[in-house]
């Protein structure tokens, strides 16, 4: 049986990949120090190491030999970082240096990484494309953004396999509705649901790639096993289609309850997914009107 290894597997993603992987077969492991995920939410025949990933040697053992290591840990959110900017850095560059360190260490065959969108931070031109210049605009995208760099050098110089595929504003089951940084569908959803307006940062003009996790877990897979890439490729991991909060407010139906607009926060997001097509054979396959109309039931939503 072929070792994965998630790291963050106990978090909103890294949940939903290590449940798919299990189901594909695979031998999961999953490193997380709950610092954000749940523990009940590690799908059951994982082995569970609840670790920091700041702790290279005993993340080694770990690691040692795997087929893939899918880095998913971070403390995400641009927000966060904006409030924590020691903390944040340190899981999310020190940690991504970390799970490098011992991936190369351990030989492992491939380290899919977990990349962001918020990268492209504000572009004078949509949709987002691989080649434009990265311009982050919050502690937390330069941090991610110096991830896919260090997984760049890790092949380079190591020859260590990897690639990192920026996700763009994902959303499905297992998300967290509490905590001041949760992202904006669950907490619509969460809202709707207690019968609360919907609380829109800024005007709600703003646009979003809102891609389903299906979708992203299927890239994640097709990225491990595609001969096509393993050099430290950014890839573009996006539904292709950009909507505005406030249309996703009618979408979830319910009052909109303005509040003020984050810094950091990118005016649009929208990725050309054409590298990811090419490359991995991959394209997203959930509309987000189905992807929304799915949550609502789970949520108890009519
Ligand atoms: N959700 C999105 O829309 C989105 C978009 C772009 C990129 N990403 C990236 O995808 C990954 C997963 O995001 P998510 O939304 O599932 O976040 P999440 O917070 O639900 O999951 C991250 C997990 O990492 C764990 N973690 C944090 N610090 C750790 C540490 N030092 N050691 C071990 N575990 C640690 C947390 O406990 C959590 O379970 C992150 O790397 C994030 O930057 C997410």
Request: with cysteine; glycine share 10%; hydrophobic share 40%.
């Amino acid at each position: 049986m072929k070792k994965i290894v998630v790291t963050g597997g106990a978090g909103f993603i890294g949940s939903n990949l290590a449940r798919t992987l299990l189901a594909e077969g695979y031998e999961v492991h999953v490193v997380d120090n709950l610092a954000n995920g749940k523990r009940e939410d590690v799908p059951n025949g994982a082995v569970f190491h609840e670790l920091d990933i700041l702790d290279t040697d005993a993340l080694r053992p770990i690691v040692d030999g795997a087929y893939a290591v899918f880095h998913l840990a971070a403390l995400p959110r641009v927000g966060y970082s904006y409030d924590y900017p020691e903390s944040s850095h340190r899981a999310n560059i020190d940690g991504t240096f970390s799970v490098l360190m011992a991936s190369r260490d351990g030989k492992v065959g491939r380290v899919v990484y977990a990349a962001s969108s918020s990268a492209y931070g504000s572009q004078d031109h949509l949709p987002f494309t691989e080649d434009m210049h990265p311009h982050p605009i919050s502690l937390y995208a330069f941090q991610k953004l110096a991830g896919e760099e260090y997984a760049r050098l890790f092949s380079e110089l190591y020859g260590l396999s990897t690639v990192s595929l920026r996700f763009f504003t994902v959303y499905g089951s297992n998300m967290r509705p509490d905590g001041g940084y949760a992202l904006a569908i669950p907490k619509f959803l969460a809202a709707k649901r207690d019968g609360k307006p919907l609380p829109v940062t800024g005007d709600g003009s703003q646009t979003r790639d809102f891609t389903h996790v299906k979708d992203v877990v299927r890239a994640c897979l097709l990225a491990m096993e595609s001969p096509s890439v393993g050099k430290g490729e950014v890839l573009n991991i996006a539904a292709g289609r950009n909507v505005s909060v406030n249309a996703l407010v009618e979408l979830i139906g319910g009052e909109a309850e303005y509040v003020p607009v984050r810094p950091g926060d990118a005016p649009d997001t929208f990725g050309d997914n054409r590298r990811a097509r090419e490359l991995l054979g991959w394209e997203p396959q959930i509309t987000l009107e189905d992807g929304i109309s799915e949550l609502k039931k789970e949520y108890g939503i009519l």
